[in-house]
């Protein structure tokens, strides 16, 4: 394990505060180490692991397609790829009709905004108080939490600041100038901060209104996350439903995928060349995204994450330190009465890896969606230890 350590020091650049662990192979909702270790991940590697570590379906579907085709790109038609498309969409809200492929979050994002500038010929984007979208040019300057966007100096224009949850403060500043208001509905880095029920209401209303083309970055909250395929149109989200979503993280199950799915409407005013990207919509990719989505289905993790968030809710219910339990299905925000720091040292000592978030009081939880009540038990339990010693 030194060694592994001493390499990455050595020979990557230090942009992330590491975990002290080795990571060397993966099973559901557990990572084994280098060293031997067996952690119980609840943070599924920055929320990728939606479907749990290795998930034979999806690894049988990689391996499969690594032996035909490893990759072509969009400037020929490919079966694995038409899947792929058809089996979002068919999930997608109604009015989503079309998808557009991409590698990551950051460059979903940068898409939509693209889409939405060509589309309404206007270039402000409105975004909110404590909303991450991603660290490329256009993403950083879109995302007003904490020193993200002063990394993005000197920033793209064309951006404006709103409070999140507060429609007044969206008012005030859409006018005719604007081309789109993006959200993540649910803010997980910020702390897994929810708006007040009516808000995505309101705000649909505001782009109805307008002209302005209405963008959720489901980036963390979609593909089964929050116990629903999206959270657009979902019962929590009062039904409401964007023109543009984007997505990343979970949708290839690690493999490297983002995707922008949108309206007929937006679609139309996309013309060939307007988009483009080398490897979006590649074979390796596509195969994973189709996987990942039937072993959610196969497998019924999204009744699963529903069943298992209320038994969490009820299990935290009992403990004395927990203030508040904030988010929906496996995006969650532990809140505290202190510092969550601690809590989340003293929880991986114990094996259980968990994130913290831009609240220091809020510890973050975003395991696979496989997750099973006795796992609950045993993160509960070692949370209570911690306190208790
Ligand atoms: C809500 C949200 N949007 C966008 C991104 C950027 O995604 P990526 O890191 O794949 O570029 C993230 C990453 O954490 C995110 O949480």
């Known amino acids: 394990m030194k060694s592994v350590v001493q390499n990455e020091e050595q020979f990557q650049l230090a942009t992330y505060k590491k975990m002290p662990i080795a990571a060397e192979r993966g099973d559901g909702v557990w990572l084994y180490t280098s060293d031997g270790d067996k952690y119980l991940d ?15 379906h999806v690894v049988k579907a990689i391996r499969e397609q ?15 790829r038409a899947r792929a498309a058809e089996k979002l969409v068919s999930l997608a809200p109604a009015s989503l009709t079309k998808t557009f492929f991409c590698n990551s979050g950051t460059e979903a994002n940068e898409n939509a905004m693209r889409m939405a500038r060509m589309t309404t010929g206007r270039e402000q984007i409105i975004t909110f108080s404590g909303g991450f979208h991603g660290r490329t040019a256009d993403a950083i300057s879109a995302t007003f939490l904490g020193k993200y966007r002063e990394l993005g100096k000197p920033n793209v224009p064309g951006h404006l600041q709103a409070e999140f949850g507060d429609i007044e403060s969206v008012r005030r500043i859409a006018d005719e100038s604007v081309a789109a208001i993006m959200l993540e509905p649910i803010q997980s880095m910020a702390g897994v901060r929810m708006a007040e029920p009516g808000f995505c209401r309101a705000l649909r209303e505001v782009c109805d209104e307008r002209g302005i083309v209405l963008i959720y970055d489901e980036v963390q909250t979609a593909v089964g996350r929050t116990g629903e395929w999206f959270f657009a ?5 009062d039904g409401v439903v964007p023109d ?41 990719a596509m195969a994973a995204v189709t996987a990942t989505l039937e072993a959610i289905e196969a497998d019924g993790m999204l009744k699963n994450v529903k069943m298992v968030e209320a038994y969490l809710r009820e299990r935290l219910r009992k403990v004395e330190q927990v203030v508040a339990v904030h988010g929906l299905g496996f995006l969650l925000g532990i809140e505290f009465v202190d510092k969550a720091a601690p809590v989340h040292q003293k929880l991986l000592e114990r094996k259980i890896i968990t994130g913290t978030s831009s609240n220091p009081n809020v510890l973050r939880l975003l395991p696979p969606l496989c997750l099973q009540s006795a796992e609950v038990d045993l993160f509960v339990s070692a949370l209570q230890q911690g306190f208790d010693g």
């Open 42 to 56: 609840l943070y599924g590697g920055h929320a990728v692991a939606g479907t749990g570590h290795c998930h034979p």
């Open 244 to 284: 543009v979503i984007t997505l990343a993280k979970a949708l290839g199950s690690g493999i490297p995928v983002g995707a922008c799915l949108v309206t007929d409407q937006i679609a139309s005013g996309i013309k060939e060349n307007d988009l483009g990207t080398t490897f979006g919509g590649g074979m390796l």
């Open 66 to 80: 690594a032996e035909q085709l490893l990759f072509y790109s969009n400037l020929v038609y490919s079966g694995v």
């Open 233 to 237: 149109g979902s019962a929590e989200g």
